[in-house]
């Protein structure tokens, strides 16, 4: 690999033995669209299954790309933390496996994605985003940005404004939140200032927290981080994105296509196609 390799990290738990094929999904959108040597790191648990595994290493070799895997066990790097905490809930462990890539990965820079999401655009652009020398690069999140204010009244509006409240308590005004489903990270900065270590100590510690990571996150880096294109990272459950054809789709929410049908469900079927996990659906 050369020195312009775009570096992903994702991380995932196959809990239920199928959300590997999702995460698959999204490796191949964003192989079959970037045209640069991409490295894979891809962080799991006990929980991939040595199938998987070598679906994944399929996937990657097709594309002549390079995979590494790096396995965490939660009992030992998150002790005392209950997957089924109020915190956690409907959260897997898998989302905080991020805090650790400063020790897992050394890479001068990575980017970070979902899984629930999948890429349908080079990557090129946002790689090569210039951080000004911030740590990090992200998308606001749109859902937050006056919620409050609207005084909506379905639950998911209700959920914004409750998120909107907690956020201002840390200090953090709701125009500069952003979600943290796309991160692109100065990994020499993050593990120069410790400031994955400072996220997960909050997590652990902080009970305002309602998305523990990504509130976090976003307290660890105020005032630090680059605002991204929101193509890199449409929120589908509040993004109308019928109209485009380009774009980072984030199946945010509890709607997802592999369970029901929504905006641009088609873009990770088709993705899906491409993978080993495709075989079994015919």
Partial sequence: MTENTLSLAVAF???DGRYARHAGAMVASVLANTKRPVRLHLLHDATLTVEDA??????????HQELILHALEPSSCLPGM???????????????????????????????????LVADLDLAELWETDLRGRPLGAVPDPCLSGAIGRKGTTPQQQWAARVARASLSMGIPMSRYFNAGVLLLDMAAIRRDGDFDAALQLVLSDPRLLHPDQDA???????????????????????????????????????KPWN?????????????SLTPWAEGDR
């Fill in 217 to 255: 996150l976003n307290k660890v880096f105020f005032g630090r981080s680059v605002v991204l294109p929101q193509k890199f990272n449409y929120l589908l459950h509040s993004s109308d994105v019928e109209h485009l054809t380009e774009g980072v789709w984030h199946y945010s929410g509890p709607r």
């Fill in 260 to 272: 029901e049908e929504t905006p641009k469900a088609d873009r990770y079927r088709h993705y899906l």
């Fill in 54 to 63: 070598a679906r994944f290493q399929s996937l990657v070799a097709a594309y």
């Fill in 82 to 116: 209950d997957e089924s905490s109020a915190i956690m809930r409907p959260l897997t462990f898998a989302t905080l496996y991020r805090l650790f890539l400063p020790q897992l990965v050394d890479e001068p820079r990575i980017l970070y994605m979902d899984t629930d």
């Fill in 13 to 15: 738990r196959n809990q």
